[in-house]
T-cell receptor, first 114, second 113 residues
Framework: GAVVSQHPSRVICKSGTSVKIECRSL??????MFWYRQFPKKSLMLMAT?????????EQGVEKDKFLINHASLTLSTLTVTSAHPEDSSFYIC??????????FGSGTRLTVV | GQQLNQSPQSMFIQEGEDVSMNCTSS?????WLWYKQDPGEGPVLLIA?????ELTSNGRLTAQFGITRKDSFLNISASIPSDVGIYFC?????????????FGQGTILTVHP
C-alpha cells in the first residue's frame, strides 16, 4: 500500500526560529501534496495544496510567507514554519496523492514553540 | 465554502455494541472517504466510496455513499476497545476543487470494555 513518511514527529523550537517539516511518499509518485493543521480534538484544516514543480496554492487566511511550502520532487514536499511563535504550535499533517493512489496521510508533526 | 456536518460529535459505548455516524453536506461530493485517527497520528483511510448509492464493507465497518451524493454514513458492528479514536468523514467535490478534501468535524468514539 501507499506509504507517506513525515518527519520529524515532534519538534520543540524557540520563538523566532524556523522549523522544516518533511513529507515523503515512499512507494509512489505524489503529484499533489496537501498540508493540514489540526488543533486538539478538532478537524483538519487545509493550509495549502502543492503540485510538483509549481508554486503552492494557499487557503484563504494562511500566510504564505510564514508557511513556506516546497514540492521540488515527486516524492518530497517540505513545510517551513518561519519565525515561529507560540501560536504556531499545532499538529501539522501532510497527505499525498498520485495517479492510482488516493489520499494517504503522514503520521503528523507535533510542533511546540516555546 | 463547502461544509460537512458530522454527527454525533462523541459517543460512549460498551464493547460489543454497534456504532453509527453520518455526514451531510449542503453540496454534492464525487467521493466520500472515512478515516480513523489515533492520538498523535495521522488519519488512516478506512473506506472509500466513489459512486452514489455504493455500499462498501471492510471487516466490521460498513459505509454508504448517499444516493443524493450529499451524505454518507459509517457503521461499526460489534465494537472492540481498539475502535477508540476519532473518526472523520471527508468529501472530494471534483471540478475546480479536484484533489481537495473537505473534512467533517469528527466523531470521538470511546469504547468501555
Amino acid at each position: 500500500g501507499a506509504v507517506v513518511s513525515q518527519h520529524p514527529s515532534r519538534v520543540i523550537c524557540k520563538s523566532g526560529t524556523s522549523v522544516k517539516i518533511e513529507c515523503r511518499s515512499l512507494d509512489f509518485q505524489a503529484t499533489t501534496m496537501f498540508w493540514y493543521r489540526q488543533f486538539p480534538k478538532k478537524s483538519l484544516m487545509l493550509m495549502a495544496t502543492s503540485n510538483e514543480g509549481s508554486k503552492a496554492t494557499y487557503e484563504q487566511g494562511v500566510e504564505k510567507d510564514k508557511f513556506l511550502i516546497n514540492h521540488a520532487s515527486l516524492t518530497l514536499s517540505t513545510l517551513t514554519v518561519t519565525s515561529a511563535h507560540p501560536e504556531d504550535s499545532s499538529f501539522y499533517i501532510c497527505s499525498a496523492q498520485g495517479d492510482g493512489y488516493g489520499y494517504t496521510f503522514g503520521s503528523g508533526t507535533r510542533l511546540t514553540v516555546v | 465554502g463547502q461544509q460537512l456536518n458530522q454527527s454525533p460529535q462523541s459517543m460512549f459505548i460498551q464493547e460489543g455494541e454497534d456504532v453509527s455516524m453520518n455526514c451531510t453536506s449542503s453540496s454534492i461530493f464525487n467521493t466520500w472517504l472515512w478515516y480513523k485517527q489515533d492520538p498523535g497520528e495521522g488519519p488512516v483511510l478506512l473506506i472509500a466510496l466513489y459512486k452514489a448509492g455504493e455500499l462498501t464493507s471492510n471487516g466490521r465497518l460498513t459505509a454508504q455513499f448517499g444516493i443524493t451524493r450529499k451524505d454518507s454514513f459509517l457503521n461499526i458492528s460489534a465494537s472492540i476497545p481498539s475502535d477508540v479514536g476519532i473518526y472523520f468523514c471527508a468529501g472530494q467535490a471534483g471540478g475546480t476543487s479536484y484533489g481537495k478534501l473537505t473534512f467533517g468535524q469528527g466523531t470521538i468514539l470511546t469504547v468501555h470494555p
